[in-house]
C-alpha cells in the first residue's frame, strides 16, 4: 500500500490523520510504503478499497555469517 493511495482516497494528509487517530506530521513520516499494522488498518477502515500488498511490506532477513 502506498501512501499516495491512502492520501488520495481519504483526501488529505490531515483526513489520513484523523481517520487513524493520529497527528499529521506522523503521517508526513511515513516512507511511500505505508508501515505493515498501519497498511492492514487502513485495509480495515476502508473495508478493502485500499489493500495490503504483503510482499511490499516484508523487509529482508538479515543473513547472519
Not at 516512507?31 to 485500499?50: H, N, Q
Not at 516484508?58 to 543473513?63: A, Q
Request: charged fraction near 30%; aromatic fraction near 4%.
Amino acid at each position: 500500500m502506498k501512501k499516495t493511495d491512502v492520501i488520495a482516497h481519504f483526501g488529505s494528509k490531515a483526513k489520513v490523520a484523523s481517520a487513524l487517530g493520529l497527528t499529521k506530521s506522523a503521517v508526513t513520516q511515513w516512507s511511500e510504503t505505508i508501515p505493515k499494522l498501519r497498511a492492514y488498518e487502513i485495509e480495515k477502515l476502508t473495508k478493502g478499497k485500499l489493500k495490503v500488498e504483503p510482499k511490499q511490506n516484508i523487509r529482508p532477513k538479515n543473513k547472519i555469517k
